[in-house]
């Protein structure tokens, strides 16, 4: 079965940019998307198709998907981009489903 | 705008069932993706089921067998029947409208989400 990893956690300063990974094997094959999730709020959509950015979303969110790591860059990191975020692709294999990644606590210092 | 709207969650004990219900709006139903997705207490995001293009079903190992999505496209709603359900169903469950690329899905809008807890 597809398997994302990402790091439990990331701190970043203010105004510094945060880069958030997402492993798996042939990654780049498939298209990533990225979740923000803040506690009590529902998720939301800031990067999908590895690097498009729907409407609304800041263009400090942008990403990345090659070989078999996906990134997440927020450049300029605010306090209110402190959340937990998310990569998810769809594994078409055998048993098509859903996955997501174990989740990345960004904490803005 | 669009919105998904969750209801029916609640107490219920090992082994109980419970229908969960999202009823959407803002966007024409019949022929969308729709997803089904929990988090857990202290957990990340757990894909559920998705009701997917061309009248697919699909669901996580976890759940398989004991819980069936459905939709009732009339009435712009789609359901989680949940049976047999366990501790570790305990969560929030938010339903998302799940966008469909060339070989991929997103899910680009979620509703606030409804709490099942399952205890004795």
């Known amino acids: 079965s597809f398997v994302l990893t990402q790091p439990p956690s990331l701190s970043v300063a203010p105004g510094q940019t945060a880069r958030i990974t997402c492993g798996g094997n042939?990654?780049?094959?498939?298209?990533v998307h990225w979740y923000q999730h803040k506690s009590g709020q529902a998720p939301l959509l800031v990067v999908y198709?590895?690097?498009d950015r729907p409407s609304g979303i800041p263009e400090r969110f942008s990403g990345s998907n090659s070989g078999t790591t996906a990134t997440l860059t927020i450049s300029s990191v605010e306090a209110d981009d402190e959340a937990d975020y998310y990569c998810?692709?769809?594994?078409?294999?055998?048993?098509?489903?859903?996955?997501f990644g174990g989740g990345t606590k960004l904490t803005v210092l | 705008e669009v919105q998904l709207l969750e209801s029916g969650g609640g107490l219920v004990g090992p082994g109980g069932s419970l229908k969960l219900s999202c009823v959407a709006s803002?966007?024409?139903?019949?022929?969308?993706?729709m997803s089904w997705v929990r988090q857990a207490p202290g957990k990340g995001l757990e894909w559920v089921s998705i009701?997917?293009?061309?009248?697919?079903?699909y669901y996580a190992e976890s759940v398989k067998g004991r819980f069936i999505i459905s939709r009732d496209n009339s009435k712009n709603t789609m359901f989680l029947q949940m049976n047999s359900l366990r501790g570790e169903d305990t969560a929030v469950y938010y339903c998302?409208?799940?966008?469909?690329?060339?070989?991929?899905?997103?899910?680009?809008?979620w509703g606030q989400g409804t709490t099942v807890t399952v205890s004795s």
């Open positions: 998302a409208k799940t966008i469909r690329g060339v070989i991929t899905y997103a899910m680009d809008v």
């Open positions: 042939g990654l780049g094959d498939k298209d």
């Open positions: 803002g966007f024409t139903f019949d022929n969308q993706a």
């Open positions: 998810q692709v769809w594994d078409s294999g055998s048993d098509r489903r859903v996955v």
């Open positions: 198709d590895d690097s």
């Open positions: 009701s997917a293009s061309g009248g697919r079903f």
